[in-house]
């Protein structure tokens, strides 16, 4: 009986997105495992909300590899779709100085 299956994600998938999707738009670009470590949701979930965000167009995600002490770790890098950060305060290249 295929009508009584239950839903692939649960509300409480649901719940992880959007604390997940809050976290990057108060946070910015982060690694999964910094969104996980940060808000106290298991990897796993992490990369599923990631996941989810990533085809409703919500989120950029690219994979990447970095090395701690010679180990590869995989992750993902993720961020707000469209965002742009602000330009750093200072002095910016081209300006007249006088």
Do not use: W
Request: charged share 20%.
């Amino acid at each position: 009986m295929v009508a009584d299956t239950p839903p692939i994600f649960s509300k409480g998938f649901e719940m992880h997105t959007a604390t997940v999707l809050q976290y990057l738009k108060k946070h910015g670009q982060l690694l999964d495992s910094e969104i996980a470590s940060a808000t106290r949701i298991p990897l796993p979930d992490v990369r599923n909300s990631l996941s989810d965000l990533s085809a409703r167009g919500e989120i950029s995600r690219c994979s990447v590899t970095r090395f701690n002490d010679g180990k590869a770790v995989e992750g993902m890098l993720c961020r707000i779709s469209g965002y742009i950060p602000p330009a750093a305060p200072g002095r910016k290249p081209g300006t007249a100085g006088s």
